[in-house]
């Protein structure tokens, strides 16, 4: 590789150039346009109508969080209703749905059912479809 040295060329002009005495007169220049730049003054009173509606609206922003936070009251389902999505919804078998019961639970669910005989006649003959029932 061949060494370079940037000595070696020749330098291009930049082409800007500062006129003669610029800097010199540049302080006086500036102060001569601060003196002659007229002062504006911007009263009070046109601030206040945009910090009067800015507040407004601040406030109503705050009485509506609580109507837009609001969330209707869930009923919690029955029994029913769960064991109906638990039948047909889930994919748990039984044995894995009464492995996640522990003995409180169980305890909860031992419930005495006493099906009377006239109970049982009554639910058969309200069946149409008593055929399906005995096979």
């Known amino acids: 590789m061949k060494n370079f040295k940037l000595d070696d060329y020749p330098k291009i002009a930049d082409g800007f150039k500062v006129p003669e005495g610029y800097f010199e007169q540049l302080p006086t220049s500036v102060f001569e346009r601060i003196n002659q730049a007229e002062v504006s003054v911007i ?55 009464a492995s996640l019961l522990d003995d409180k639970d169980l305890e909860n669910m031992d419930a005495d059912i006493r099906l009377e005989d006239k109970t049982i006649e009554e639910v058969l003959l309200s069946d149409n479809d008593i055929e399906n029932l005995i096979n």
Request: glycine letters at 0%; aromatic letters at 14%.
């Open 43 to 97: 009263p009070l009173y046109k601030r206040t109508k945009f910090l009067w509606t800015a507040a407004a609206a601040l406030i109503v922003a705050a009485l509506m969080i609580p109507f837009l936070n609001h969330t209707p009251q869930s009923v919690p389902p029955d029994h029913v209703a769960i064991e109906n999505y638990l039948a047909y919804q889930s994919n748990f078998s039984e044995y894995e749905i």
